[in-house]
């Protein structure tokens, strides 16, 4: 009866455990995986940006007239449960603006901790909240802090 017991209490305790653990790892597979997009869909921009020499309009613009720079899934953020097509806000930074512009980031609660963006530069980040407020409030991302306020996120 002991031994029973013992036995379900160890295999309670290692499924709150692998759940947990599970939880967490897969968390950090979507922050992984989303910052790998971010990087691909904000070298595709730069590659636009150098062959007409302006930033894409919208992240849609570059898969449509056949141009398709990079796979349409690439807009999923593995982290979004949403039903949504797209899980990432873009704005278009001038092309002489200054390298640590935001350009790209998730959309509010793709994952639980952080934030991915992307910079002008093509540096991915994965920024805390407070992170993410403090660099919307630095002066060359007044542009990119007013669109996303627009868009409610
Ligand atoms: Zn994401």
């Known amino acids: 009866m002991v031994d029973a017991k013992r036995r379900i209490a160890v295999l309670v305790l ?9 939880g967490a790892e897969e968390e950090k597979d979507h922050v992984r995986a989303c910052s790998a997009n ?7 921009c730069t590659t ?14 570059m898969l449509k007239e056949g141009k398709e720079m990079f796979p349409s899934d690439l807009l ?7 039903q949504r097509a797209c899980g990432y806000f873009y704005v278009a930074p001038e ?9 790209l980031c998730d959309l509010p609660g793709n ?12 540096v991915i980040k994965q920024l805390t909240k407070d992170e993410f ?3 919307l409030k630095l002066p060359h991302n007044a542009a990119f802090a007013a669109a996303l306020e627009k868009a409610g996120g």
Not at 14 to 22: E, F, H, K, N, S
Not at 38 to 44: D, P
Not at 76 to 82: F, L, R
């Open 14 to 22: 290692l499924a709150m455990m692998t759940g947990c653990g599970g």
């Open 76 to 82: 999923k953020c593995p982290g979004d449960n949403s």
């Open 111 to 122: 994952h639980k901790q952080v934030r991915c963006v992307a910079f002008k530069c093509r």
């Open 133 to 135: 407020q403090a660099a």
């Open 48 to 61: 636009y940006s150098s062959m007409n020499r302006k930033y894409p309009e919208s992240l849609q613009s």
């Open 95 to 103: 092309q002489e603006a200054d390298n640590m512009t935001l350009m």
């Open 38 to 44: 971010l990087h691909n869909i904000a070298s595709a």
